[in-house]
Every structure is written in structure tokens, then in C-alpha cells.
Nanobody, 120 residues
Framework: QVQLVESGGGLVQPGGSLRLSCVGS????????MAWFRQAPGKEREGISC???????VYSDSVKGRFTISRDNDKNTVFLQMNNLQTEDTAMYYC??????????????WGQGTQVTVSS
């Protein structure tokens, strides 16, 4: 059974940083591109970052230059380092398998997400 568990969210002031983690189980992370999505209140879920099996990365324009995605296959974990956070980054953040980073096409189960709130 595929499971994804996100953590690392919290309340941070504008300009601050957070590092999110996503631990996968029930599948071999090495075989999948992985993506981070987020969903703000009243908005659709959007893809913001993706990392291929080879470590190539993709970012949405809204986070490019501020967020960094990485992976540790030995730990079956994907990370999202978020710097210079802004109020518009407030959302629930999710990781998911995303077979091809050239498009946002999440595959299978979602985790419970981790809440990021940016506020002064």
C-alpha cells in the first residue's frame, strides 16, 4: 500500500524559511519522479516543483528561485526547501508521484499534507 507522509510545515514570518519532508512507503521511490503540490484556501491544487529519477528539477514560476526540491532515495524521502516565504505561499503542501516532470500529472495516493502559513 502506497503511503506518503509530509511534515515540516508551520507558521513562519514573511521572508522566513521552512524545509518540508515527504517519506514514501509501499513503493520504491528510486523509480519515480516526485512532485510537490500545494492548495490554498478557495484555490485549486497546483504543482510547484518536480524532481526526476535522475535529479533534474522543474519549478513553477511562482516558486522558482526561492524553493529547492531534492531527494534521498536511500531514505525514500523527498524534500522541499522553501526560502523567502511570502504570504501567498500559505497553503497545504502535498507530495505525490508524478511520472513525468514535463507535466503535472499526479499518480495515485496523496498524503495528508502539511500546512504552511506565512504571516506576520
Amino acid at each position: 500500500q502506497v503511503q506518503l507522509v509530509e511534515s515540516g510545515g508551520g507558521l513562519v514570518q514573511p521572508g522566513g524559511s521552512l524545509r518540508l519532508s515527504c517519506v514514501g512507503s509501499g513503493f520504491t521511490l528510486d523509480y519515480y519522479a516526485m512532485a510537490w503540490f500545494r492548495q490554498a484556501p478557495g484555490k485549486e491544487r497546483e504543482g510547484i516543483s518536480c524532481i526526476t529519477v535522475n535529479g533534474n528539477t522543474v519549478y513553477s514560476d511562482s516558486v522558482k528561485g526561492r524553493f529547492t526540491i531534492s531527494r534521498d532515495n536511500d531514505k525514500n524521502t523527498v524534500f522541499l526547501q522553501m526560502n523567502n516565504l511570502q504570504t501567498e505561499d500559505t497553503a497545504m503542501y502535498y507530495c505525490v508521484r508524478n511520472p513525468a516532470c514535463r507535466e503535472w500529472r499526479p499518480l495515485g495516493s496523496w498524503g495528508q499534507g502539511t500546512q504552511v502559513t506565512v504571516s506576520s
